[in-house]
């Protein structure tokens, strides 16, 4: 089974600062994809950045980037220069390569951008 | 750019009554998929459903809903008695791969929240 975990329930941040939203994760899976969403307060979940397991880069979407630690099971979303827009709830999910399992989301952390 | 498409965005019923939730799926999507959030909470799996039949379905799904592809386009999600405990979000999403490639991201609705009174 798989278990996603992140400890923020709510991170401020500074318009145009960076920050890092953190994600850590369970699974006896040798393969798997790593997925974050933003949840705007309109409720709709919108695709951000993927990583796989066997990625040897670290994956990078615009101001997005994925801070990926294999041996520690973390896969952090660092957003840089924020933005009033990126007030959001963000979450982390994983699925495994092989077999038919769906994506297991951690409970989110809530990012408020202040100006 | 397609998009998963649900309707309605927000639906209210009285406990006890059936609800349909409706979802059209990306057109050339094979793999769908009914996710549920309780507000505060976070997303749930519900059901994924491939070739006209259920895949895979989580402890939540019980024999209160049932899903269903009525036609070459829509995909239903149907909760026969709701309780006040079915108040949630209810997110639709598609993809062209089950399960790997794991890269192959869901594509998600934009929600259709249901309130149970």
């Known amino acids: 089974a798989q278990k996603i975990t992140q400890t923020q329930p709510g991170m401020f941040v500074q318009e145009k600062e960076a920050v890092t939203l953190d994600c850590t994760y369970d699974?006896?899976?040798?393969?798997?994809?790593l997925f974050w969403y933003k949840q705007p307060s309109s409720g709709e979940m919108i695709f951000l950045i993927y990583?796989?397991?066997?990625?040897?880069q670290n994956a990078t979407e615009g101001r997005y980037s994925l801070n990926f630690q294999k041996a520690r099971k973390s896969a952090n979303l660092v957003i840089s220069a924020s933005q009033l827009g990126d007030s959001a709830m963000y979450f982390c999910?994983?699925?495994?390569?092989?077999?038919?399992?769906?994506?297991?989301f951690g409970k989110g952390t809530r990012l408020s951008v202040i100006a | 750019e397609p998009e998963v498409t649900q309707t309605p965005s927000h639906q209210v019923t009285q406990m006890g009554q059936e609800v349909i939730l409706r979802c059209v799926p990306i057109?050339?999507?094979?793999?769908f998929y009914w996710y549920r959030q309780i507000l505060g909470q976070k997303v749930e799996f519900l059901v994924s459903?491939?070739?006209?039949?259920?895949?895979?379905k989580s402890e939540i799904f019980d024999d209160q809903f049932s899903v269903e592809r009525p036609d070459g386009s829509n995909f239903t999600l149907k909760i026969r008695s709701t309780k006040l405990e079915d108040s949630a979000m209810y997110f639709c999403?598609?993809?062209?791969?089950?399960?790997?490639?794991?890269?192959?991201?869901?594509?998600f609705g934009q929600g259709t929240r249901l309130t149970v009174v």
């Open positions: 999403a598609s993809s062209e791969f089950y399960g790997g490639p794991a890269n192959t991201e869901a594509f």
């Open positions: 699974t006896s899976d040798p393969s798997y994809g």
């Open positions: 990583q796989g397991s066997y990625d040897q």
């Open positions: 999910a994983m699925r495994p390569y092989s077999g038919n399992t769906p994506l297991v």
């Open positions: 057109s050339n999507h094979l793999y």
């Open positions: 459903f491939y070739n006209n039949e259920i895949s895979e």
